[in-house]
């Protein structure tokens, strides 16, 4: 029942910017921490960002430190992440999701039940 949608991918130059947004409905967004995650072809899911439900607390993946900023608007129910300095290895889907338990971060795909569907984010020339 809960529903996650992702927007804002594209196509993109290196070094370029994209800003992806995930809007939620059907649960109490401010009690869930929120991540973010990837996967390109032939490749497992991988972490890529998380953020805690007042938004307080980050984690990144170091492939996308000093890059990529997790943050959440819990007045609109929305998730966002700002990806700065693209890379070709960038290229991937990128999902929304949201754990099975409130209260709780977790860079780990196995904590997430809640899964958006994607938006594909390809960096080229």
């Known amino acids: 029942q809960v529903q996650l949608v992702e927007s804002g991918g594209g196509l993109v130059q290196p070094g370029g910017s994209l800003r992806l947004s995930c809007v939620a409905s059907r649960l109490t967004f401010s009690n869930y921490g929120m991540g973010w995650f990837r996967q390109a072809p032939g490749k497992e899911r991988e972490f890529v960002a998380s953020?805690?439900?007042?938004?307080?607390?980050?984690y990144y993946a170091d492939s996308v430190k000093d890059r990529f900023i997790i943050s959440r608007d819990n007045a609109k129910n929305t998730l966002h992440l700002q990806m700065n300095s693209l890379k070709f290895e960038d290229t991937a889907v990128y999902y929304c999701?949201?754990?099975?338990?409130?209260?709780?971060?977790?860079?780990?795909?196995?904590?997430?039940?809640?899964w958006g569907q994607g938006t594909q984010v390809t960096v080229s020339s």
């Open positions: 953020i805690s439900w007042i938004g307080g607390v980050t």
């Open positions: 999701a949201a754990p099975g338990a409130e209260y709780h971060v977790s860079d780990s795909v196995r904590d997430y039940e809640h």
